[in-house]
């Protein structure tokens, strides 16, 4: 007795003991979930235990880093690129496809228009047809865009670039025509060239909306570019006399708001930076 290993000392105990050795070898999950739990309630943790909690470790690592990646909002392996391709798509909206509709039509209304000479009456009918529908796109689109959210920054750039090459192409024909006077052509391109551009110097602090007397002019000078297009006479040739010189008017006028409106917006938006930046230094 007096030769009996350390490892007997224990009596039935170390008996035990050295069986449950050999279960938890054959029952390792087992094993790792009485350790974990042993270690949760405060029990002397043994060599399995240990074992268990550095399995669990693991197994709890890896399946808390997709859910920490998961839970940062990083988007999937190709997100950027997926994003990118819907960003695309969404330029070939209906919206757009009017407003490319409306730049395809100048070349072609100018061809009608000048078409024998310029002053044949079926002609002349059939480039105010394409001056129409050119005129009712631009609303459609714009309604479009508005209503199902299809703004996007080829809209914001396209639009009013297919409304003065068709405008303008109109205006310059009917001057080279003699049908109406070139500071007529020259005010009211003059307005919407340096309103366009203006557009583009105030871009970076923001978008100038179109006013209620913006569309009205648009109006008025698609009414009345559209009664001098078509070869009319009497009272109606001296009624749209009348209607271009309102045009001209709104014309002036709203150019003169929209510079306001500029003016405006640039101050907002260098005070904005400025306070951004004494902040970002502070």
């Known amino acids: ?46 060599a399995a235990p240990v074992a268990g909690g550095g399995g669990a470790a693991a197994g709890d690592g890896s399946e808390s880093a997709v859910t920490d990646a998961q839970d940062d909002g990083k988007p999937p392996r190709g997100g950027k690129l997926a994003a990118a391709a819907v960003n695309q798509a969404s330029v070939w909206n209906v ?6 509709l409306r730049l395809i039509l100048v070349p072609a209304f100018v061809a009608l228009m000048l078409a024998d000479g310029g002053y044949d009456p079926v002609w002349r009918s059939l480039a105010w047809a394409a001056f129409a529908i ?46 109406l006077p070139w500071w007529v052509t020259g005010v009211i391109l003059g307005r919407e060239l ?9 871009i970076r602090y923001g978008v100038i909306p179109a006013s ?5 002019k648009t109006l008025t000078q698609g009414v009345a570019v559209g009664m001098y297009v078509l070869a009319l006479t009497g009272w109606l040739a001296t009624l749209r006399f009348w209607v271009m010189a309102a045009a001209v008017v709104l014309t002036v006028l709203t150019g003169l708001d929209y510079v306001k ?14 306070a951004a930046l004494e902040e970002k230094e502070a």
């Open 95 to 100: 919206a757009n496809l009017l407003t490319m």
């Open 194 to 202: 340096g309103i366009t551009l203006l557009r583009f110097v105030v």
């Open 261 to 274: 409106q500029a003016i405006v917006l640039r101050r907002r938006g260098i005070a904005e930076r400025k």
């Open 1 to 46: 007795m007096t030769g009996a290993p350390a490892s007997a000392a224990g009596g039935p105990s170390g008996a035990r003991r050295a069986a449950a050795g050999p279960a938890s070898g054959k029952a390792p999950g087992a094993a790792m979930g009485r350790g974990a739990a042993r270690s949760a309630e405060g029990g002397a943790p043994g």
């Open 212 to 216: 209620r007397g913006g569309k009205l």
């Open 134 to 179: 050119a005129m009712i796109t631009d609303l459609f689109d714009g309604h479009l865009a508005r209503t199902y959210n299809l703004v996007t920054d080829f809209g914001k750039i396209a639009d009013p670039i297919a409304d003065k090459a068709i405008m303008g192409a109109a205006l310059i024909c009917l001057s080279l025509l003699g049908d």
